[in-house]
């Protein structure tokens, strides 16, 4: 090997092993005594070879004293750049000044979650000769287009691309519908191409010549559209619509998407892009680049706004733990929202600068602090920003906004607020207009980054605070438990305006004396309503005035007379076309109406976009009082649940549907005295004499045919217990006589099933049956087995729809097996409730087995305490302070069961209620 190809092979294994933070800290290379001493050579020697090797642009000397060298290939491959300058003063200053013009390093996270992602986009700018094209995948709002900009510039700074090279940015969503136009926009046209074509169009294309075309949405492409890029992506040129001509052209193609690549794009189309890029979503980075997210954020709102901006620390813990579906994008939004609403406080108040508090969060925002699941390193994280506020103001690093934020909403809340003071409007319609006009503003932000679809409170929400609308639900709830009553849902709001108002000084008015002789003539109410003072000022951290006792009360006593001649809203769902129209259409003639209304989910129809249609037509027809649901079968009879948690209107679901049913639907439904709860019961009892006669007539002939086989593991006892509980849950398996046969995997081929058939597999273990439905012990017990199995008899008999008593068997069974002398059905009345009053203050995530856990540890818990044989927790006050927010939650709902069974619930054993609901 000659001399300087050693000196070569030397100079390159040194370098490979020196890091870019080396760099950093003053590494430079290596010099020639260090080669010299290495291979044995002289230094002069290979000082000379070194020169030789500068001189072919294959090092770049480090002048100084002594002079280092650098192998350019390491160098070029660590640093993600084409070397251009082959002496320096220092590989230092190199890499500083090289950072400057590396808008990578700016990104959070570009050391941490996204250094491969980037130096992959490095890799793909800079391959020779003009880059690679490349995909880039990712979650709407994880900063595609801007990754995709970046790479544009890196590639621009590094000699890739000519500095008047063009990004141009194409969405295929624009023109999905139409392929023709679409293919028209991308390659251009000649003129008289098409009918319309009256002048060419150079085409997106051609005018991304020597620069990069980004293609978003790019699995809205069709195919047709991809196969035409083939020829650019593969040979550099292509034909305008309308000519015959081939036109050169060299760019390089960014893609980006939020699909599953595989089966959004064309194999062959993918085998085309060498590179594939995935960026996470924000919920998959560490939560120290939120952090940073987050501060930077802030930052540019006070770059835009020149004002300190005073974030509480309880803000970043919302702002941390929240669930952020729309990424990075929502973030932002978000902090613009509660800056704006700060904002707005500070210019009405006159002050000088901006405090982020609590009250100023949406609602999704405030969800943030009841998230524990990250607790702990969220405080982890936090511990080192120990004061109350965070402040971000001149003294902070300002930031430029990002160039599609360039409307200046302060100036515009600014400017209005102004003009309502000049109309003489009052400060609350100037708060009113200017509220609005923020949401408007950041819902149209959002709208380009996520649809989530809001709850019915929203417009609430705007006036009252979530965290207010909260703690008067959960105090309601359990005023209801106490006066064992259901009150009227406009007592919700009007107390959360009453309490609200409160807490922003408005309400001073004293009462009058003869208001307190409410006290004597309504004594539980008054008794309740003491209770509920309490708790909302502890909730809510205020102090309420003794005279708020009275009030309250008089809230326990309003009657609901708005919907004293409203009507039961009516809906009928069925799958197929014509199906729900058809019934309701006969139902509406005969009772000469317009009342009932109908909705048929076509065979091929999307379950969620039906969800949305549903829901609007649910929101629409709601008159106050409720709607019934009427539904034939599958997704449509979770719709009802769904849509009550979604808008916060009752809704009730029979899966019955026929002609007479919704007739007889219809008109209970259109009498004002009735309420929803009432008719569902009613409906539920009622079935059509057609349906009735037939059923009788399937019953007759399907005697002794039908058989369920429920399966344990070893022996048969297990099953046989089984078999005795989805018997007495579903009384239509006596009624037609259908057989239970109990078996395990051995003795199954012992049964008697000649001339039978089975209807499902029940247990523990599957059985070898062709076309039987397998129902496991968990879906049983906490899904939905018991109704499958209702369904499937149904389905074979003909049978009325008659629900199986899942949750009230199950639980009284289990009460009754741990109960020695309590009441089993008052103790799961007080027990339930409370459970509520628990899953309205927080979130439980695996609801159907906490809850049977819960009913049965306090089932015995009350029997214990009865006895006077309460359990002690050891290190009580260690761990209640360690989770007071939940001891204070499950405290509140042992009012419940103290007031019930008349007992103190002492803290030791709420403490191993506490464990219950810890599933860390």
Do not use: W
């Not at 793909?124 to 287009?145: R, V």
């Not at 995997?745 to 247990?763: H, I, M, T």
């Amino acid at each position: 090997m000659l001399r300087k190809s050693r000196i070569a092979d030397e100079l390159r294994k040194q370098c490979e092993s020196i890091k870019v933070k080396d760099i950093a800290n003053g590494v430079e290379g290596c010099s020639a005594a260090q080669i010299a001493k290495r291979l044995n050579l002289d230094r002069a020697n290979v000082s000379k070879e070194l020169n030789r090797l500068l001189e072919e642009k294959r090092v770049v000397k480090v002048t100084g004293r002594p002079v280092y060298y650098f192998d350019v290939q390491v160098l070029e491959s660590l640093l993600f750049i084409h070397i251009q300058t082959y002496e320096v003063a220092t590989l230092k200053t190199f890499l500083q000044e090289t950072n400057k013009e590396d808008d990578f390093m700016h990104i959070i996270g570009s050391e941490g979650s996204l250094k491969t992602v980037i130096q992959k986009a490095k890799a793909a700018m800079i391959y020779p000769p003009f880059g690679l094209h490349t995909l880039l995948i990712g979650p709407t709002g994880s900063g595609k287009t801007m990754f995709a900009e970046i790479m544009y510039r890196y590639a621009k700074s590094h000699g890739v691309l000519e500095q008047d090279a063009e990004f141009i940015v194409f969405n295929c969503t624009e023109y999905a519908d139409n392929p023709q136009l679409l293919l028209a926009q991308l390659f251009g046209y000649a003129k008289g191409a098409y009918t319309g074509a009256m002048k060419e169009s150079f085409g997106l294309v051609g005018k991304a010549n020597g620069g990069i075309l980004f293609l978003d949405e790019i699995h809205r492409l069709p195919a047709e559209g991809q196969e035409m890029l083939f020829m650019v992506l593969d040979k550099g040129c292509y034909r305008r619509l309308g000519e015959d001509t081939l036109r050169k052209v060299n760019l390089l193609m960014i893609g980006a998407t939020t699909e599953n690549v595989d089966s959004a794009l064309l194999q062959t189309f993918l085998r085309r892009i060498p590179m594939t890029i995935t960026l996470p979503s924000l919920q998959e980075r560490p939560l120290k680049e939120r952090l940073e997210l987050i501060e930077k954020f802030f930052r540019q709102e006070y770059g835009q706004v020149q004002l300190p901006i005073y974030v509480k620390r309880k803000i970043m813990d919302a702002l941390l733990a929240y669930a952020c579906a729309g990424n990075i994008g929502q973030l932002k939004a978000d902090i613009r929202l509660i800056c704006a609403r700060g904002f707005l406080e500070c210019i009405a108040n006159g002050e000088n600068r901006i405090k982020i508090t609590t009250s100023l969060l949406p609602e999704q925002l405030y969800n943030g602090l009841f998230n524990t699941q990250r607790h702990e390193e969220i405080a982890s994280i936090l511990d080192l920003k120990q004061e109350e506020y965070l402040v971000f103001d001149k003294e902070a690093m300002i930031e430029a906004f990002d160039h599609q934020d360039q409307e200046d909403v302060y100036e515009i809340i600014d400017r209005q607020y102004e003009l309502y003071e000049k109309q003489g409007c009052s400060d609350e319609e100037i708060n009113r207009q200017i509220k609005r006009y923020i949401e408007d503003y950041i819902a149209h932000l959002l709208d380009r980054m996520v649809k989530n679809g809001d709850g019915g409170n929203e417009e609430l929400f705007k006036i009252v605070h979530p965290s207010v609308y909260k703690a008067v639900e959960t105090a309601i709830s359990l005023a209801e438990s106490k006066l064992n009553k259901k009150l009227p849902k406009n007592i919700y709001i009007a107390l959360a305006l009453h309490v609200s108002a409160i807490m922003e000084n408005k309400l001073r008015h004293p009462l009058k004396q003869s208001a307190y002789h409410i006290a004597l003539e309504h004594p539980n109410e008054f008794q309740v309503a003491k209770s509920m003072k309490h708790f909302l000022q502890s909730e809510l951290d205020i102090e309420l005035p003794q005279q708020e006792t009275i009030f309250l009360t008089m809230f326990l006593l309003m009657e609901n007379h708005e919907l004293e001649n409203k009507k039961i809203g009516l809906l009928v769902l069925a799958h197929g076309n014509g199906v729900a129209r058809n019934m309701v259409d006969a139902a509406n003639t005969l009772m000469r109406s317009t009342h009932a209304h109908a909705l048929d989910m076509p065979l091929k129809q999307n379950v969620e976009a039906f969800l949305t249609i549903v829901t609007e037509k649910v929101v629409q027809i709601n008159e106050g009082k409720g709607v019934l649901l009427l539904v034939d079968m599958g997704s449509l009879l979770s719709f009802g649940e769904i849509i009550e948690e979604k808008t916060g209107i009752k809704v009730k679901t029979i899966d019955m549907v026929s002609t007479p049913f919704v007739l007889e639907a219809s008109r209970k439904t259109m009498l004002p005295e009735q309420t929803l709860d009432q008719v569902y019961e009613e409906m539920k009892t009622y079935i059509p004499y057609i349906g009735r006669t037939y059923a009788k007539d399937i019953k007759q002939k399907m005697d002794h045919d039908l058989v369920i086989i429920t399966t344990c593991i070893t022996g048969e006892g297990a099953a046989i217990k089984l078999g005795e509980l989805i018997r007495s849950a579903v009384a239509l398996i006596d009624e037609y006589h259908i057989e239970i046969l109990s078996c395990n995997a051995d003795s199954f081929s012992s049964l008697p099933l000649e001339g039978k058939r089975v209807l499902a597999v029940v247990g523990a273990i599957d059985l070898p049956i062709p076309d039987t439905t397998y129902i496991s012990n968990d879906r049983l017990i906490l899904g939905d087995g018991l109704t499958t199995l209702s369904h499937l008899i149904i389905n074979v008999t003909g049978a009325e729809n008659v629900k199986p008593q899942l949750p009230n068997f199950v639980i009284n069974n289990l009460l009754t097996d741990s109960l020695v002398f309590l009441d089993p059905m008052k103790a799961n009345d007080a027990i339930t409730k409370s459970f509520q009053i628990i899953n309205n203050m927080m979130e439980i995530m695996d609801y159907n087995r906490i809850l049977i856990g819960y009913l049965l540890h306090l089932g015995c818990m009350i029997e214990r305490i009865i006895q006077k044989q309460a359990m002690a927790y050891s290190e009580e006050e260690k761990r209640i302070k360690a989770d007071e927010k939940r001891y204070r939650i499950i405290r509140t709902a042992m009012e419940i069961i103290e007031s019930t069974f008349n007992i103190t619930v002492p803290d030791g054993e709420v403490c191993y209620i506490m464990d219950i609901f810890d599933t860390d």
